[in-house]
C-alpha cells in the first residue's frame, strides 16, 4: 500500500487538528505523521496565548492531548523551522508538508510616538504572563493610569489581567514572577480605545460580561458613546451577539461607580493619532482623534482632539504572521499564500506541489480555536486528492529524521517528554492547591523533558 509520510510545523491546534483529521480520514495509503514545533511542549497559543484565568478554554488541552497520546503521531519539540530542518530537508524525508506556525507577532501601529518607551505590544505583554520561554521574565508595571488600543478579545484579555487583582490569579497557572509582578502593579485606570462604536466591536459577550464581574474594579463608560445612528440601531436589531454586547454595557451605565480601586474605562469613537512622551522621554500621554458614525457602519474624524495621561499604553490591534525560510509569504495579510491551504509559489498563480497550510498562517490570526478544525478539514481534503503531486522522497524512513536531527545536535523533546514536563508542572503546582505552575525557561523544559533534570 502506498504510505504518505507527512510533516506538520506547528504543533497548535491547527496542526493537531490536521493531524488527527487526516488519521481519521478514509484513505487508500498509509499514513505516518511526524509533528514539529520550536517549543519545547505543544499547543501553540492555547497554552501561550489564551488567557490564564480562562481554564475552560485551556483545557482544550486535554482534547489535543488525546490526539496525541493516541500514539500514532510522533512528536518533535524544540525543533525550529528554518534553523534546525529546512524545506529541502523535508523534501528529503517526506512526501509533504503541512505548515501550520500561526501567529505571534502584533500587529504594528503606524502612529507617531509608537516606539517610545512605555508603549508595548498586547502580544508581547501576553506572552509574558503566559510564561512563553522566549519573552523576558520581567515585565515594568508600573504605571497607574494605562491606555490599550483595541476592541477585540485580545485587549479584553490584556485590560483583564492589568485590572484584575492578582490574587484571584492565583489558582490559574500563572508563573509566580507573574504573580508578584501582577501583585505590585500601582495600576488604578485601564482604558481601552475603539475607533468604533459600542455597536462595531468586536468583542464576545462572554469575554465582555467578565470584565464587568472582576472584583474592586468599576466599568466606566460613557453616555456620549450611545447615540446611536441608524446603521448600529440596525446592527443591535439583526444580530443577537451586538444585541448583547449593547444590552451589557447599557447595564453599565446604569451602575453606581466610585467604592472600586481601581477602573476598566471603555472608550468608544477614538481613533489613535499619537503617543506624547513627558520631559524624560518616557510616554506620558495618548492623543486621539474623536470619530463619528459616517452612516455606513464606518466612522470618519471630528477634527475634535483629546488626550489621556497614562504612562503605559498596550496596542492590542492584532496578530501577524512570520515568514517562513523558502516558503512564499504575503507581507501584506502575513499569511502563507494559499488557495484553500494548498500554497501558491510566489505571484499567486501556481499552486507549490507537497505544501500546504493550515490555521492562522493560513487564514490570518481571526477566529477561535474550533474554526482551525474546519480549516483542517479542507486543507487534508485537497492533500488527499493531490497524491498524484507529492514529492519523491530519496529517504522517507521514519529513523532519518531521528538521525538527521541528531546529526545537528538538536535537543529536541518527544510525547514522553511532554508527558514529563506536564507532570512536572502538575507537582509543582500541587503543594500551593493550584492545577500547575508553569516551567517558563527554556532550557529547563528542555532539560526536564529530556530526563536530564536529575529527576
Ligand atoms: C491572546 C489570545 C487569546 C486567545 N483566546 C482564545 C480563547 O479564549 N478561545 C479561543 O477559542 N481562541 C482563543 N484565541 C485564538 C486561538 O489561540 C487561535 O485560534 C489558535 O491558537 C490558532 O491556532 P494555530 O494552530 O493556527 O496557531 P498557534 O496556536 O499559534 O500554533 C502555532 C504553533 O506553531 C509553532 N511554530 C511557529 N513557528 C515555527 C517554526 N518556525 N518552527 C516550528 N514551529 C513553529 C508555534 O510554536 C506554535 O506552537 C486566542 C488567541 C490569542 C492570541
Not at 487526516?22 to 514539529?36: G, H, M, P, T, Y
Not at 521574565?137 to 508600573?142: N, S
Not at 474546519?374 to 485537497?382: G, L, N, R
Request: aromatic share 8%; glycine share 10%.
Amino acid at each position: 500500500m502506498t504510505k504518505l509520510r507527512l510533516a506538520i510545523v506547528g504543533a497548535g491546534p491547527a496542526g493537531i487538528y490536521a493531524a488527527d483529521i487526516l488519521l481519521k480520514n478514509e484513505r487508500a495509503f498509509d499514513v505516518s505523521i511526524d509533528l514539529f514545533d520550536h517549543l519545547p511542549a505543544p499547543y501553540g497559543l492555547v497554552r501561550y496565548g489564551v488567557a490564564p484565568d480562562h481554564p475552560r478554554i485551556k483545557g482544550i488541552i486535554t482534547a489535543l492531548r488525546e490526539v496525541l497520546d493516541r500514539g500514532d503521531i510522533r512528536i518533535f519539540g524544540n525543533v525550529r523551522f528554518g534553523v534546525d530542518l529546512t524545506l529541502d530537508d523535508l523534501k528529503q524525508h517526506y512526501n509533504a508538508v503541512i505548515f501550520s506556525t500561526g501567529a505571534v507577532r502584533d500587529a504594528s501601529l503606524d502612529i507617531p510616538g509608537i516606539d517610545l518607551p512605555g508603549s508595548y505590544g498586547g502580544a508581547d505583554f501576553v506572552s509574558w504572563y503566559d510564561g512563553h520561554p522566549d519573552y523576558p521574565r520581567e515585565w515594568p508595571l508600573d504605571a497607574q493610569s494605562v491606555a490599550v488600543l483595541g476592541n477585540g478579545n485580545v485587549a479584553l484579555d490584556v485590560a483583564r489581567m492589568l485590572a484584575k487583582p492578582a490574587d484571584d490569579l492565583l489558582p490559574t497557572e500563572i508563573p509566580d514572577n507573574v504573580y508578584q509582578a501582577l501583585k505590585a502593579s500601582p495600576v488604578t485606570d485601564v482604558h481601552v480605545f475603539g475607533r468604533r462604536g459600542p455597536a462595531q466591536v468586536k468583542f464576545s459577550p462572554l469575554e465582555l460580561r467578565e470584565v464587568g464581574e472582576l472584583r474592586d474594579v468599576d466599568m466606566i463608560v460613557y453616555d456620549e458613546d450611545f447615540d446611536y445612528d441608524e446603521a448600529s440601531k440596525a446592527a443591535i436589531a439583526s444580530n443577537k451577539q451586538v444585541m448583547v454586547i449593547d444590552k451589557v454595557l447599557n447595564q453599565w451605565r446604569e451602575r453606581e461607580v466610585g467604592q472600586a480601586s481601581r477602573r476598566l474605562h471603555l472608550h468608544f469613537y477614538a481613533s489613535p493619532v499619537e503617543l506624547v512622551a513627558g520631559p524624560d522621554g518616557r510616554l506620558a500621554s495618548f492623543r486621539y482623534e474623536r470619530t463619528e458614525p459616517d452612516g455606513a457602519g464606518g466612522v470618519r474624524g471630528t477634527g475634535e482632539f483629546r488626550s489621556v495621561e497614562v504612562q503605559a499604553l498596550y496596542r492590542a490591534v492584532g496578530y501577524f504572521g512570520s515568514p517562513l525560510d523558502g516558503v512564499p509569504f504575503d507581507e501584506k495579510r502575513g499569511v502563507i499564500p494559499n488557495h484553500e491551504g494548498q500554497v501558491y509559489a510566489e505571484g499567486d498563480t501556481e499552486i507549490l506541489p507537497g505544501v500546504y497550510a493550515t490555521g492562522w498562517i493560513k487564514r490570518g490570526p481571526v477566529g477561535l480555536i474550533g474554526h482551525t478544525k474546519s480549516d483542517a478539514m479542507e486543507t487534508i481534503s485537497h492533500l488527499v486528492n493531490d497524491q498524484a503531486s507529492w514529492w519523491s522522497p530519496a529517504d522517507p524512513s521514519e529513523q532519518s529524521i531521528v538521525e538527521l536531527l541528531q546529526s545537528r545536535g538538536v535537543e529536541y523533546t518527544d510525547l514522553d517528554g511532554w508527558h514529563a514536563l506536564d507532570e512536572h508542572e502538575i507537582a509543582l503546582g500541587e503543594p500551593q492547591g493550584r492545577a500547575r505552575i508553569k516551567v517558563v525557561p527554556r532550557d529547563e523544559m528542555v532539560q526536564i523533558a529530556r530526563g536530564q533534570n536529575g529527576s
